[in-house]
């Protein structure tokens, strides 16, 4: 079982939609949570950071954790072209000091 | 937000040859980098995390002896890609992690990324 797990995708969202991204970990007792957003060829950006469970939201994204079901999502609002791009989940294991462990990302697209 | 700059951007080798690509931490001290090896639609892969004043910690399968890291300073990173062949062509991305703020806790423990080197053997 990989560590942190992502649908590969294409998801396809039409342009004003909400686009919903999910994640699960396998570490139970994993405490911090992160979205990053990778257009092609650049390094990622961090979008949001989350540790609590229930939502978190800024601007026109919402993160969402559930520990108990060891699930972590995304929801994008009046999804935009420029939203088009991979996303990925990060974890890091309580057993880590530092390292954070990536999912494989979900490419969504916005089509117009 | 922190500002982590990596160089080169992108370069091309031929088989055989080292190549080295740099990490700064531009307007905090890390103590901590990590280096990732990305494949084209692959996620991440963290190689090692580099430690300034000692040894870097590898992951299972990234070879020490061929990806050689030195963290000399809390400001600087380098990943040297010895005796690189095409297999070795990959995105290669460093990060950094500001400093936590209130001692050791599960907070403030974002990474910032430098912009990436796309590396191609030939």
């Known amino acids: 079982q990989k560590e942190v797990e992502q649908n590969s995708g294409p998801l396809s969202v039409p342009e004003g939609a909400i686009a919903s991204l999910n994640c699960t970990y396998s570490d139970r007792v994993s405490q911090s949570f992160f979205w990053y957003r990778q257009y092609s060829g650049k390094s990622p950006e961090l979008i949001m950071s989350?540790?609590?469970?229930g939502d978190k939201e800024d601007g026109r994204f919402t993160a969402q954790l559930n520990k108990a079901s060891q699930y972590v999502s995304l929801l994008i609002r009046d999804s935009q072209p420029s939203d088009s791009a991979t996303y990925l989940c990060a974890v890091k294991p309580y057993s880590s000091a530092s390292k954070i462990i990536f999912g494989s990302g979900t490419r969504l697209s916005i089509r117009p | 937000g922190a500002v982590v700059s990596q160089h080169p951007s992108w370069v091309i080798c031929k088989s055989g040859t080292s190549v080295k690509i740099e990490c700064r931490s531009l307007?905090?001290?890390?103590?901590?980098m990590f280096w990732y090896r990305q494949f084209p639609k692959q996620s991440l892969m963290l190689m090692a995390t580099s430690n300034e004043g000692s040894k870097a910690t590898y992951e299972q399968g990234v070879e020490k002896d061929k990806f050689l890291i030195n963290h000399a300073s809390l400001t600087l990173s380098t990943l040297t890609v010895t005796s690189a062949h095409p297999e070795d062509s990959s995105f290669y991305i460093c990060?950094?992690?500001?400093?936590?703020?209130?001692?050791?806790?599960?907070?403030?423990?974002?990474?910032?990324f430098g912009s990436g080197t796309q590396l191609s053997v030939l």
């Open positions: 989350i540790y609590s469970n």
């Open positions: 990060s950094a992690r500001p400093p936590l703020i209130g001692g050791r806790g599960f907070t403030n423990e974002k990474l910032f």
């Open positions: 307007d905090f001290q890390a103590t901590t």
